[in-house]
């Protein structure tokens, strides 16, 4: 049987220090690993001089990691990942920064990657390349003479042609994804995205199923959005963790109606217009003051990029003007905390929830909105409030779906929410959560990975 090869950025797998692997991604791809006797690749996450990989086992994983220096992790993560391509990518041109010295680390790094890793990859390996950082692996591998079935899977969205047309040396790029056998997309919308720029680019031509040809080269592209653990969150719902947490929320709300937003503190994440939105209900509806409040969790993320900074201070600054204009002595309408939680007390607190306010501006899937939707009472759901800018929008259709750019759109969508009838939120809710179970991470890689296998 082939060994299944995953490279990351990051390595996720499970390590005799941290022995639960983080989220779902980590563990659909750690069972794939104990499945297929894999080695997961990637980034340690420390600085320092760059050597032989630090292989570790453990649950039956093998994870192997490099550091890399400190100029590196500059140019190609903090610069060509998160201040060029994320940006780019997540449609925020004016946030994008193009800058010379972020592609020459981003390609240097991938080719390290490649000398690197080369060296322990046997001739029938599977290989399984992960997310827009490492778009440049498949070709470089392909010079280090690896003629193994190689994969590649985007988690985020893929640009509109004139979009991505902006950013120097586009067509190296997508060139390279031509290095691959199999490029996988969460959603139809973001595949034919792609489509539209090999033909309007690079003059190439769409086959029957998804085959795209460019010069002498075909790779096969397929739509395969990622799931959750559903299995796991169901279980975690109910467990003591979930039970406990859960019970702490009803009691703090004291008979009020919790809305949850839990989100990465990311200006894609449309926190900002989520604040305005739940504020242009407040303002129209007073009325409803102090029956219902919104708790928003927001961990921090890439501090050490200027627009995050930025997007922290202005969340901060409008949490405290929501607060001072409308609470009363009794009643704080906004409860915004900068921390992350374990995810058997996420599920607690989703279950907890009347309704999950889910609004990113543009987001290749959101698990979050398929959590909200898998810790729910069966018999009394919450409702779910999604942005159909979300990738998850393709599947969760039943969501009250909603335009985050619109105050009103937010505050119509929670007004409607709140007085629905129960047997409409369980004739909406029971289709999704159907969709969860069934459209799990374990599908998803199975998906990838059976479509690799028959090349």
């Excluded at 992350?340 to 007390?345: K, T, W």
Aim: glycine letters at 8%; aromatic letters at 10%; one cysteine or more.
């Amino acid at each position: 049987m082939s060994r299944l090869i995953v490279i990351s950025n990051r390595v996720s797998a499970p390590t005799a220090d941290k022995p639960g692997a983080q989220g779902g991604l980590a563990v659909a791809l750690s069972a794939a690993l104990r499945e297929a006797d894999g080695v997961w690749f990637g980034w340690s996450g420390e600085t320092g001089e760059t050597g032989e990989p630090n292989f570790q086992t453990f649950d039956g994983v093998t994870s192997a990691t490099i550091d890399l220096p400190e100029q590196d992790v500059e140019e190609y993560y903090d610069g060509y990942a998160n201040r060029t391509l994320w940006p780019l990518f997540h449609y925020r041109l004016g946030l994008t920064e193009f800058e010379r010295e972020f592609q020459g680390g981003s390609e240097r790094v991938n080719r390290l990657f490649g000398d690197v890793i080369a060296p322990h990859i046997q001739s029938d390996d599977l290989i399984w390349v992960h997310d827009y950082h490492l778009i440049p692996l498949g070709w470089m591998l392909r010079q280090q003479g690896l003629t193994n079935r190689l994969g590649f899977f985007l988690h985020i969205p893929w640009p509109p042609t004139r979009l991505l047309t902006a950013l120097p040396e586009h067509r190296r790029l997508v060139d390279a994804l031509f290095a691959y056998d199999v490029v996988g997309f969460q959603t139809r919308e973001w595949l034919e995205t792609f489509h539209d720029y090999v033909v309007r680019e690079m003059g190439g031509s769409i086959g029957e199923d998804d085959l795209v040809t460019v010069g002498g080269r075909t790779i096969r592209v397929i739509a395969c959005p990622i799931g959750i653990d559903a299995d796991e969150f169901i279980a975690n719902a109910t467990s003591e963790q979930a039970q406990a947490a859960y019970t702490r929320m009803v009691e703090s709300s004291i008979g009020r109606s919790l809305i949850i937003g839990v989100d990465r503190l990311d200006y894609s994440k449309g926190l900002e217009e989520r604040f305005n939105g739940y504020q242009r209900y407040l303002e129209t509806r007073p009325d409803a003051h102090a029956n219902v409040y919104l708790l928003q969790i927001a961990p921090p993320s890439r501090a050490t990029v200027e627009s995050y900074q930025i997007i922290r201070a202005q969340l901060d600054s409008l949490s405290g003007r929501i607060n001072g204009a409308f609470a009363d002595v009794d009643w704080v309408p906004l409860r915004y905390v900068n921390q992350s939680y374990p995810r058997a007390a996420l599920a607690g607190i989703y279950r907890a929830a009347r309704i999950g306010l889910v609004t990113p501006l543009r987001d290749g899937m959101n698990l979050v909105a398929k959590e909200f939707v898998a810790a729910q009472d069966p018999e009394d759901p919450g409702v779910l409030i999604l942005s159909r800018f979300a990738g998850a929008a393709e599947q969760l259709d039943s969501a009250l779906l909603i335009n985050p750019y619109s105050p009103d759109d937010i505050a119509d969508a929670i007004d409607k929410a709140l007085a629905m009838s129960r047997e409409e939120r369980v004739a909406r809710w029971r289709p999704m959560f159907e969709n969860v179970r069934d459209e799990s991470v374990i599908w998803w890689r199975r998906c990838f990975t059976d479509s690799l296998m028959r090349v």
